[in-house]
């Protein structure tokens, strides 16, 4: 007989995840006075935040005072296609200034002006020098600020404990029925626990562990994405990856790995095996006005002129994306199915103050991927081109929330950062989601802590707590029973399976078997056994994330396959082209249907239509097109 027994632990708030998000709104659920407890699978510090590079996107206007709350906003509107949830890109906006001041306040140690404010610099897709920095290491120093600042607040850590299941006031699985705690366990020793709370704030990060090349880090197993679907929460925009322009594409063994949009910001440049710079061959119509007519305006945008416009290497990450994958499809990429893009370029040009770049200068200003490629490909940025490709970065889509208070459509449950939807609608622009965390991270703590007052205390319903129990040790019986499914060649599988069919380039067919394949590939791991026993055992928690992994695949490609046209990350060859009349007016919202209950409802879609955007708003975009 398996040990079903569990350690419970109390709280009025517990928040799962402590990456930017899941600190940002346990430190403040603490200061409202709500006893906190933070549960995270890895170590704390080692969340998928501090891998963050480039910057976070705030009007501050230290570097260019044209910028504003409002241009920022009306870029956000336009990188994501018009899709955003408007508030969260308003309040987005207007807050992160404050936010990242007060990081500064908590002992962020940002790049500096001349004149010592905090150095912004350029992104794709931002009007203006924006991102606040620390080199290109900024998560970095975000998540050092976060935890030293948290573990004042007298926030418990669980760390190396991975949530498996929301519990529930009522069915599982019913969105009436409140969250009350959820059911998990400890990595070392696989020992269960129960944390029992008033309220839950998601903040797992993303899904990127769902494909073959990614930036993503093992812990990217939409785990969040996935809770939340079972508690019978709405799942937003699930069809909008993005695929960052610019992984590492050799050797073999970096494949993948984020070569930052800071390389291109400090004027970096993207050229194919011709030597030519072909971004400069397709401007969108809607961003010419915004582009550099050559090369040499290009490059004095970079410098900080402010009569240049950006260089089209600068556009949003969906389309340099797809210009990268024409290339190389046409027979013009590099060696190992990439394309180059070159800093080393700059070196002998002088900067704006009269200074002549070296080789010092480049390594000063990017000094993690000088040390990145020198270590892990045998490259000297400031001497040679990079080659890069395309690699699976971010999840715009996620939890459905309200702007707000960023609840979800389940009673108690909150989600922030990139496990939650709307801010970046079908694009996020570089720099808005480290923005987005602090932002939406502060205030779904903030509403997690006024709900647990305002709500009584959680009524645990021991069956569902057994069930849990039994679920997650059933790969370890089966192996027992004889079973062999691996777990790791299920997932494997699955992440080939999606980078093939429902990749960086669709269309019906591939998406329909994509379909057909995850039905096979679900099977298949309704079969996984695992070997061994609780302890120490990776097999064990690959099998458990699996089925988290598939459940956000089957609402990418569902979603996906309904959404026949190309907006932002999601580019379909068979509908090349937007097409508001019939898809620029709604979100596609997934959910499992109800009447399943317990676990067994089959997912479902509709298309909900956009709220229309508020007048004022809707003069800003127009003034700032
Ligand atoms: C290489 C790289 C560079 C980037 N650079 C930038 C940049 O310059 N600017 C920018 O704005 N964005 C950048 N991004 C994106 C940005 O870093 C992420 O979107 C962001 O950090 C996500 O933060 P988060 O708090 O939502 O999640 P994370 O930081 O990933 O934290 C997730 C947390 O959830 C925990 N967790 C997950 N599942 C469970 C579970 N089942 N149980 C318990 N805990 C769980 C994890 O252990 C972790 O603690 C970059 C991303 C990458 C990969």
Redo the contacts with the bound molecule.
């Keep these: 007989m398996a040990d079903l027994g569990y350690t419970k632990h109390e709280h009025d708030v517990i928040v799962?995840?402590?990456?930017?998000?899941?600190?940002r709104a346990a430190i403040e659920a603490s200061a409202q006075g709500a006893s906190v407890g933070l549960?995270?699978?890895?170590l704390?510090g080692?969340?998928?935040?501090?891998?963050?590079?480039?910057?976070?996107?705030a009007a501050m206007a230290n570097v260019d005072d044209r910028d504003s709350w409002k241009v920022h906003f009306a870029d956000t509107m336009r990188g994501g296609q018009y899709l955003n949830n408007w508030r969260m890109a308003e309040l987005h906006a207007q807050e992160a200034p404050e936010r990242v001041r007060e990081l500064e306040a908590w002992g962020a140690v940002f790049d500096r002006t001349k004149d010592g404010r905090i150095l912004q610099r350029n992104?794709g897709g931002h009007r203006y020098p924006r991102?606040a920095?620390v080199g290109?290491r900024?998560?970095l120093e975000m998540?050092r600020t976060l935890q030293d600042h948290g573990i004042h607040q007298g926030i418990n850590v669980y760390m190396e404990?991975?949530?498996?299941a929301l519990l529930q006031d009522g069915t599982p699985g019913d969105p009436k029925a409140r969250v009350v705690g959820c059911f998990?366990y400890d990595r070392e020793l696989g020992r269960f626990r129960v944390f029992q709370a008033k309220a839950i704030v998601l903040?797992?990060?993303?899904i990127?562990k769902a494909y073959k090349i990614t930036?993503?880090?093992w812990?990217?197993?939409g785990?969040?994405h996935a809770?939340a679907y079972n508690a019978g929460a709405d799942l937003m925009d699930m069809e909008f990856v993005q695929f960052h322009p610019t992984g590492m594409v050799w050797p073999p063994s970096v494949r993948g790995?984020?070569v930052?949009?800071?390389v291109r910001g400090e004027g970096g440049v993207l050229k194919n095996s011709e030597g030519k710079r072909f971004m400069f061959d397709d401007i969108p119509d809607n961003y010419k006005n915004q582009t550099a007519k050559d090369p040499e305006e290009g490059w004095r945008y970079c410098l900080g002129d402010k009569s240049a416009s950006r260089p089209p290497e600068l556009l949003t990450r969906d389309h340099v994306a797809r210009c990268i994958n024409r290339e190389v499809k046409a027979g013009r990429g590099s060696p190992h199915g990439g394309v180059y893009l070159d800093i080393a370029w700059i070196q002998g040009r002088k900067t704006a103050d009269g200074k002549t770049i070296d080789a010092e200068y480049i390594k000063k200003k990017l000094p993690s991927m000088y040390h990145q490629f020198h270590t892990l490909a045998g490259l000297d940025i400031t001497k040679e081109p990079m080659e890069v490709g395309p690699t699976t970065?971010?999840v715009m889509g996620g939890v459905k929330v309200d702007g707000d208070t960023q609840m979800s459509t389940v009673p108690g449950l909150f989600a922030?950062?990139?496990?939650a939807a709307g801010l970046h609608g079908a694009n996020?622009l570089?720099?808005?989601?480290?923005?987005?965390?602090i932002v939406f991270?502060m205030r779904a703590g903030d509403a997690a802590a006024k709900f647990a007052k305002e709500n009584g205390a959680p009524r645990l319903d021991e069956a569902q707590i057994q069930n849990a129990a039994r679920a997650a040790l059933e790969p370890i019986e089966r192996q027992e029973r004889g079973v062999r499914e691996n777990a790791y060649n299920i997932q494997y599988d699955l992440q080939d399976m999606m980078q093939t069919y429902a990749g960086i380039v669709r269309n019906e067919a591939d998406l329909t078997t994509a379909k057909q394949k995850l039905e096979g590939l679900k099977a298949r791991a309704a079969q996984v056994a695992v070997p061994g026993n609780r302890e120490y055992n990776p097999g064990w928690h690959t099998a458990l994330?699996l089925q988290?992994l598939l459940t956000v695949s089957e609402a990418l490609v569902m979603s996906g396959l309904d959404r026949k046209e190309s907006r932002g990350g999601h580019f379909r060859e068979d509908f090349p082209a937007k097409d508001e009349a019939n898809f620029g007016k709604h979100n596609t919202v997934i959910r499992r249907d109800p009447r399943g209950g317990g676990g067994g409802g089959a997912m479902q879609m509709e298309r909900q239509p956009l709220k229309p955007l508020r007048d004022d708003l809707k003069q800003v975009v127009e003034e700032n097109k």
Excluded at 39 to 42: D, E, G, L, T, Y
Excluded at 203 to 206: E, L, M, Q, S, Y
Excluded at 430 to 437: H, R
């Design positions: 799962i995840g402590a990456g930017g998000a899941g600190l549960v995270c699978k890895s704390l080692k969340a998928h935040t501090v891998m963050a590079e480039g910057g976070m996107a992104f991102l920095h290109d900024t998560g998540i404990h991975t949530a498996i998990g903040a797992t990060g993303g990127g930036s993503n880090s812990e990217y197993t785990d969040g809770l790995i984020l930052t949009e800071g970065h971010y922030a950062g990139e496990v996020r570089g720099g808005n989601s480290l923005s987005d965390l991270g994330d988290n």
